[in-house]
């Protein structure tokens, strides 16, 4: 345990001295110091958690290096591979012993943590607003690390569109992902038919009571529309569909929350367990677990609301053609002869 310790003291305390900013706010150098008393103690989470602030008031890239090492150590490999695939790319060139072996440290815990998960390359189609790896939106470029395994890609469009696709890795394994949105449905042409009922003369019939051309008829008395609207069916599927999706994303996204909140609740009771000083961060299962009820009332209430608006879209679908619809400035008014 005491080589492990040692080590991380190196990885924290070195790169402050090689890669160390021109200037450190009072606050960021506090919760330095108390991320190496945290590594003193052997307590990754805590050391963690604080460089993690740290890099949140000052983004610097000797944080985000102390972030990745401390997830590789904590088995958090898909926060690891993005942290340390940053770290690397912006380190200065060594110029010391110590740097050097700093340098070789990261690259060997990126190698480790890259031989443990998976990555996905999204090909999304054109006009994407949001691209989604389980449920988690996207936000750092369309390469995402995940575990082993099998994996739901989706896709959301800026008219609602959708484009889903599964796909498997390995570890150590990457793959594209090639997305494409479904094709709507085409209308169906209406080919008018000439009318039957217009009566023709009988060849050759004239005189005064040979029939004469017959009268076209006009509408019914009372006619209504000819047929449902493109235009407010295309309108009521794309909210049904749009509102569905949203729904569906938002429960995803309520089930890691939730996840994460049995997670934080596990990891307190193991510290607990194994060191009676630990207090663990309440405020982090508290957040999860509102997240969650945040993200399931946002799901259901989207659900409901694509629901209603499919039901609306099929109602006026199956309306009577004689059905008359006059569009008020309150609403819609519809009347029926049944």
Not at 41 to 63: C, F, K, M, T
Request: hydrophobic share 40%; charged share 20%.
């Amino acid at each position: 345990m005491s080589w492990a310790v040692l080590l991380l003291g190196l990885v924290a305390t070195a790169p402050a001295r090689a890669e160390a900013p021109p200037k450190r706010s009072e606050a960021v150098k506090e919760l330095i110091r108390e991320a190496r008393a945290a590594l003193d103690r052997s307590d990754l989470a805590q050391a963690r958690e604080l460089w993690g602030v740290a890099y949140d008031i000052e983004r610097s890239n000797v944080a985000m290096c102390n972030l990745g090492q401390l997830d590789v150590r904590m088995g958090r490999w898909e926060e690891a591979v993005a942290e340390l695939s940053q770290c690397v790319q912006h380190m200065p060139a060594p110029s010391t012993e110590e740097e050097r072996r700093l340098v070789e440290y990261r690259h060997v815990d990126l190698a480790r943590a890259r031989r443990r998960v998976g990555e996905v390359v999204l090909m999304p189609p054109p006009g994407v607003v949001g691209m989604f790896v389980n449920g988690r939106g996207v936000k750092d470029g369309s390469r995402v690390y995940v575990r082993p395994g099998q994996h739901e890609v989706m896709a959301v469009g800026q008219e609602g569109q959708v484009a889903r696709a599964g796909v498997r890795v390995e570890a150590g394994e990457s793959k594209e992902v090639p997305l494409t949105f479904d094709k709507p449905a085409q209308a169906p042409e209406n080919h008018a038919q000439p009318p039957k009922d217009h009566a023709q003369p009988p060849k050759g019939a004239s005189g005064p009571h040979a029939p004469g051309p017959a009268a076209t008829k006009g509408p019914p008395q009372g006619a209504g529309r000819p047929g449902p609207d493109l235009r407010i069916v295309t309108t009521g599927a794309v909210a049904s569909v749009g509102f569905l999706v949203a729904g569906t994303v938002s429960l995803q996204s309520a089930q890691g929350y939730g996840q994460e909140a049995t997670a934080a609740r596990h990891h307190a009771r193991v510290m607990g367990a194994v060191d009676p000083a630990f207090q663990p961060d309440y405020n982090e299962m508290i957040d999860a677990a509102a997240n969650e009820k945040l993200m399931r009332l946002l799901g259901t209430s989207a659900l409901i609301a694509g629901a209603a608006a499919g039901a609306a879209t099929l109602v006026y679908v199956w309306l009577p053609n004689d059905a008359q619809i006059r569009v008020t400035a309150h609403g819609a008014e519809v009347r029926v002869r049944w």
